[in-house]
């Protein structure tokens, strides 16, 4: 079994060598910045991105509500923080 793992482990420390070979390798060039709706034409006009997976809003914790919120407002989607911008609101979005 030890030597099935020790294998195992050279497998994977070669594998990640050679990732890592062709990443260092590799020659990054800037092709263009764009909205992410333009590069994604699946995103629809009020769609969200942050670096999570998917979440609904009942799950959300509060900065990230907040962050919506705020996004709300800066895009135009509603007039400001006050009491207006509530679930409903949001979930419009």
């Given at each position: 079994?030890?030597?099935?793992?020790?294998?195992?482990?050279?497998k994977?420390?070669?594998?990640?060598?050679?990732?890592?070979?062709?990443m260092?390798?590799g020659d990054?060039?800037?092709?263009d910045?764009?909205?992410?709706?333009?590069?994604?034409r699946?995103?629809?006009?009020?769609?969200?991105?942050?670096?999570?997976?998917?979440i609904?809003?009942?799950?959300?914790?509060?900065?990230?509500?907040?962050?919506?919120?705020?996004?709300?407002v800066?895009?135009?989607?509603?007039?400001?923080l006050?009491?207006?911008?509530?679930?409903r609101?949001?979930?419009?979005?």
């Open positions: 079994m030890k030597v099935a793992i020790e294998a195992r482990v050279r994977i420390d070669t594998a990640n060598a050679e990732t890592l070979r062709r260092l390798a990054p060039v800037l092709v910045v764009v909205p992410a709706g333009q590069a994604i699946a995103l629809g006009a009020r769609h969200i991105l942050h670096a999570r997976p998917p609904g809003w009942e799950r959300m914790c509060g900065p990230l509500r907040g962050a919506i919120a705020g996004i709300a800066s895009e135009g989607w509603a007039k400001d006050g009491p207006e911008l509530h679930l609101q949001l979930r419009s979005i």
